[in-house]
């Protein structure tokens, strides 16, 4: 499988999945949907969660997050869930807001992994950074660099669905400190690129994500770690 990975860069994924949907409501008592995209190590793991049904869609964010942030690497990379196995850490009882951290791994890869759970706000959000450097960074410092904002949407379409989730990511990107003229730039299946006035930001990589009424942005600046620089 050929690479476009660059020496020094995290490469981001994230996945926002509204959990009081009624697609998203109970789908952990689908057996079908289990035996497809959980190995029966995970299924172990939701099946004995307090809130089974919210580490389910946990760990769906992590795979399509992960599976994110590697196609950006393997380009002809396809979606096969049961390939990319989730270690969430410390074992979370999901009762209350609370993020945590844990890994993502697809073959020889290992992928960072930060979730946010808020069932309060009904959404479960997860951030996948693959780190291709030499130095190993571990997956505290990895998800230290990364930013990232969960956002309400309120579309009536899927087309108004992808704009305000841009819209928002933008106004984000701009609390950040980033240059009003920024754009996002998205061509066909390819991942989104930020762009000011009509030049790449080479040292920034960011992913989107959206689910009719949630959506998230998860960005990172690559600039110390493309001058070799690691803390």
């Known amino acids: 499988m050929k690479s476009n990975s660059h020496s020094n860069y995290i490469y981001l ?3 926002v999945v509204a959990t009081n949907l009624s697609r998203s409501i109970d789908k952990h008592l689908d057996t079908r949907f289990l035996n497809k995209v959980f190995t029966n190590t995970e299924q172990n ?17 992590g795979k399509e997050a992960a599976f994110k942030a590697l196609k950006k690497i393997y380009p002809n990379l396809i979606f096969s869930p049961k390939k990319f196995q989730i270690d969430i850490y410390p074992d979370v009882d999901v009762r209350d807001e609370i993020t945590c951290i844990g890994t993502i791994t697809h073959g020889k890869h290992i992928l960072a992994g930060k979730w946010e759970f808020n069932p309060n706000k ?3 959000h997860c951030v996948a950074g693959f780190a291709s450097t030499k130095q190993n960074l571990t997956v505290a410092y990895t998800m230290s ?9 309120n579309p009536n379409n899927h087309v108004e669905e992808s704009a305000q989730t841009r819209s928002g990511a933008i106004k984000y990107l701009i609390s950040r400190g980033l240059n009003t003229k920024i754009k996002i730039v998205r061509e066909s299946s ?19 994500s959206h689910d009719q009424v949630y ?7 690559n600039h110390c770690l493309l001058q070799g620089k690691f803390y």
């Open 13 to 15: 994924g994230n996945d």
């Open 45 to 61: 793991i939701i099946n004995a969660a307090t809130n089974p049904n919210i580490i389910l869609w946990a760990m769906w964010a």
């Open 122 to 124: 009904h959404f479960v």
């Open 145 to 153: 660099l990364t930013n990232y904002h969960v956002f309400a949407i």
């Open 190 to 208: 390819s991942p989104p690129q930020l762009f000011i006035n009509n030049q790449l930001l080479k040292n920034i990589d960011l992913s989107l």
């Open 215 to 221: 959506a998230a942005v998860a960005v990172v600046d």
